[in-house]
């Protein structure tokens, strides 16, 4: 029931967020294509006309009717020699997020130690609705955990954490740390892209994982800086893996028989059974089947000529 409530919740949230924006930008749009239009002297008859449309239709538009549609608004900037763009800016933090960022931000959470005060989807000051995956406070020290999944742009990762630091830092009291810690999960395509950057990334994150582990779980170590964390979302950093099983361990010959393998490495030993048969099981069963047959053919008399005296 929660996490219906959760999600109709999130629903609402951005069919609210989503018209907004649309308002807001089609009122843009209005605006500035009547400004285009009439520092050109084109009325909006002659713009109907030029792209098939009715005159109540350029005057929606200018008036910032969502209803419009894209080509419309496309076609009538084309006619005054302007560009018509759609764009999609980053400006605060989505409302949803995939499976695997959650269970990293489970995990991460497992880690920490219980003197950290946490706060999940902590907003960031300033304009917008930015926040901040996970923040953790204690004693003058403050941490931002960034939480990626797939890393595209490390420029843009590193820029933004920057930007959301400044922000705390300016809000803050005075001799306040604020630190940035960028959470990845060990795959082979960030473990590429760290060691493509090495430079950049000894700059941003000089912190290593097993120092940042021992401040977020211990109660009196200090917080080394910024840093990477690689995290799974089933186990803890750092952490070995798994010995492999038993089953694992064997041979593949012990393992498995293959079709094309004598079928005497899948024989038992025959305890109950007669001989003949534990000999049937020890060899294909084509040659069983004839051996069995040869074995039970009962063998016909021979045929005597009649000769003449029996004819007689």
């Known amino acids: 029931m929660a996490g219906t409530t959760s999600r109709t919740s999130t629903s609402r949230t951005a069919i609210h967020e ?10 843009r749009f209005g605006e500035e294509f009547r400004l ?45 020699g302007a560009d018509f763009r759609l764009g999609v800016y980053p400006d605060a933090a989505p409302l949803i997020h995939d499976a695997a960022h959650a269970r990293l931000v489970e995990a991460l959470l497992r880690l920490r130690h219980p003197t950290w005060r946490v706060k999940v989807e902590a907003p960031v ?23 990626e999944t797939h890393v595209h742009a490390l ?15 300016a809000d803050a009291a005075a001799g306040r740390h604020v630190h940035v810690i960028l959470v990845l999960p ?3 395509h960030h473990r590429t892209l760290v060691a493509a950057h090495p430079g950049t990334i000894e700059a941003a994150f000089p ?11 211990s109660a009196d170590v200090r917080w080394p800086g910024d840093g990477i964390l690689w995290l799974g979302a089933g186990n803890r950093p750092n952490e070995r893996p798994a010995p492999p099983s038993e089953s694992n361990r064997l041979a593949p010959a012990e393992r498995q028989v293959g079709p094309q393998e004598p079928a005497v490495t899948a024989a038992r030993p025959a305890t109950t059974r007669s001989a003949s048969y534990a000999n049937a099981r020890t060899i294909p069963w084509r040659a069983a089947k004839a051996r069995v047959a040869r074995s039970t053919r009962l063998t016909p008399p021979p045929i005597r000529r009649r ?6």
Do not use: Y
């Open 18 to 27: 989503g018209d907004r924006h649309l308002r807001r930008a089609a009122t």
């Open 36 to 80: 285009i239009r009439l520092r050109t002297g084109v009325s909006q008859a002659a713009v109907a006309r030029a792209i098939g449309v009715d005159r109540a239709t350029i005057c929606r538009m200018e008036a910032g009717r969502p209803a419009v549609s894209d080509r419309t608004r496309a076609r009538a900037a084309a006619v005054l």
């Open 125 to 147: 000051p300033g304009t917008g609705r930015r926040s901040t995956d996970l923040r953790l406070d204690r004693g003058n020290e403050t941490v931002l955990f960034e939480v």
């Open 155 to 169: 420029e843009a990762i590193i820029r933004e954490g920057e930007d959301k630091r400044s922000a705390v830092a």
């Open 186 to 188: 060990p795959t082979r």
């Open 207 to 217: 912190a290593s994982t097993a120092d940042i582990r021992r401040a977020l779980t």
């Open 307 to 312: 000769s003449a005296k029996d004819a007689s």
